[in-house]
């Protein structure tokens, strides 16, 4: 498998608005397989990473693929914002175009996956599934439970809850509150503690319960980040400049605040 006939299984996947190269190396590296310039807009694979990668089918023509796949989603990220990429590369917007990317290539059998090739992996992934990632968040939500018979206990000898979780509890008072809304919305713990934390952050519903199902299916919780951030913005278009500013608001806030504390200073000397 040649550069050529890469990137004409990148493009198999999925199309680009914008044109770009891709060449292999030639070379090894210790550090990275490959990588993506978008100022010229390359992709470049160091290819010899991967010496069995001419066979066809090969494990390791798997494993450039997956590292080709990886860089053209950084072009692709790069063309949804018109060419440019931040300084931080890696956002949850590349990791879901990414992870998108490489369920359409495994339909389309382009690509399989590196994971399910191992059955002491796949025997291994169920184990922390049920025994820790299930069984911990069923605890946070029982806990949830608890902590809100705690609630109407302190209501009802007229003490503060919040001052219940700091001084016996000693937690987050957030991740008390989180907790409760854990048990309240009813989630299900097979997704985790931390994706529990996420749904419960989502006040819709209907969004809460789609985020939910789209994690239990498979999805990875950027790309179910990055669905319901899309939804929010797509069906309020004043959402980006609300939050702009909220932050800018903000900024001039703490900059009017040490601007009086330079003109104290400044009384002083």
Known sequence: MNQDQVKE????????????????????????????????REI??????????????????????????????????ACSRGGTLSAKAHTS???AIFHALLEKAE??????????????????????????LKENGSLVKEMGMHLLKAHELCTGIGVRFEDYVDRCL????????????MYEYDLKPETGPDNMRFLASIRD??????????????????????????KAEEEDPSIKLEKEKI???????????????????????
């Open 93 to 95: 917007e590349f990791w």
């Open 205 to 230: 519903e209907d969004d809460r319960k789609a985020a939910e199902t789209a994690l239990i299916k498979g999805k990875s919780p950027d790309t179910v980040k990055m669905a319901i951030r899309g």
């Open 170 to 181: 000693r937690i987050p008072r957030s991740a008390a509150m989180v907790a409760i809304k």
């Open 44 to 77: 470049i694979i160091h290819n010899r990473n991967f010496p069995e990668a001419g066979t066809k089918g090969s494990t390791d023509e798997n494993l450039l693929l997956y590292t080709a796949i990886h860089e053209y989603a950084h072009h692709l990220h």
């Open 247 to 269: 932050r800018l608001e903000r900024t001039i806030a703490n900059l009017s605040k040490r601007l009086k504390e330079v003109e104290q200073e400044l009384s002083k000397i």
């Open 107 to 132: 339909a389309k059998k382009i690509y399989r996956d590196v994971f399910s090739g191992s059955p002491e992996l796949s025997e291994l992934t169920e184990t922390i599934r049920e025994k820790f």
């Open 9 to 40: 299984k990148l493009l198999a996947i999925e199309d680009a608005s914008m044109e770009f190269s891709l060449v292999f190396s030639g070379k090894k590296s210790g550090k990275v397989n490959g990588l993506y310039k978008p100022e010229s």
